[in-house]
């Protein structure tokens, strides 16, 4: 039995998937079973720290996202069986990295957590997320135009599916405690150009116009908290006019290469449908 956490996130939810099509037994944890819309072979369970049996109960190995208040939940895994955690963690969290970044500090935080926790454990550190597109899914449902940020900002973005195959080689084979594995997509593109190939995707031509990062607020960025948003910023910045970090990991790991951002964006044309 595996524990999934966030079963209904992009990466959790794909990686039950193929834990499922594997025959491997799933307990997909979620905070609203009702509305999770899982598959029925899984073992749907509340997320309530509260009663670890329930989550823990008759499982070896545990599939987390970084979280408050992880250092209790992994005294109770261990408790009730679990003996391999695969953390995912967060490709800022590097040599020489700013270690006072917010984000850094709750993923290197929860990676110390689990090193100290006495189970054998592996990190997957992605680095962009080729879902972050999803931001800019209302403004082409209502147009042809993206404002954003940084329109030459440069990433190598990873489709969650990939993320999933890497957590599910991780998961069911043999010799990967201890291991931190960096993960990106196959080849960077800029945020224009993402703008770009979601318009070829969907059979449209869109067009990304640049807002002064001064002027961003809650309209381009509603989910990220405001004492955030400038150290986010800060970072997109860094990324103008420079070649982001390319592994090969996903491919070594899984046999298959790491898919592209135009393939990400024919896999998604229906969230940016109106």
Known sequence: MIVVTGATGNVGRALVDRLLAAGTPVRALTRDPERAALPGRAEVVRFRPEDPAALFAGATKL?????????????????????????????????????????????????????????AWTF??????????????????????????FADGLTAPIHEDDIAAVAERVLLDDGHEGAA??????????????????????????????????????????HVPPPMLERLLQTFAETVGVPPEITGTVERLTGTPARTFAQWAQDHTAAFRA
């Open 63 to 119: 599939f987390l996202y970084a979280q408050a208040g992880t250092a209790p939940l992994l005294e109770a895994a261990r408790a009730h069986g679990v003996r391999h955690v695969v953390l995912l963690s967060s490709g800022i969290v590097a040599e020489g990295a700013d270690e006072t970044h917010p984000i850094h500090v709750m993923h290197a935080t929860v990676e110390r957590q689990i090193r100290d926790s006495g189970l």
């Open 124 to 149: 997957l550190r992605p680095n962009a997320f080729a879902t972050n597109a999803f931001q800019w899914a209302p403004q082409i449902r209502a147009g042809d135009t993206v404002r954003g940020v």
């Open 181 to 222: 594995y960096r993960l990106t997509g196959p080849a960077a593109i800029s945020n224009a150009d993402q703008v770009a190939a979601l318009g070829e995707a969907l059979g449209r031509k869109l067009a990304f116009v640049e807002v002064d990062p001064a002027e961003a607020g809650p309209e381009l960025f509603p």
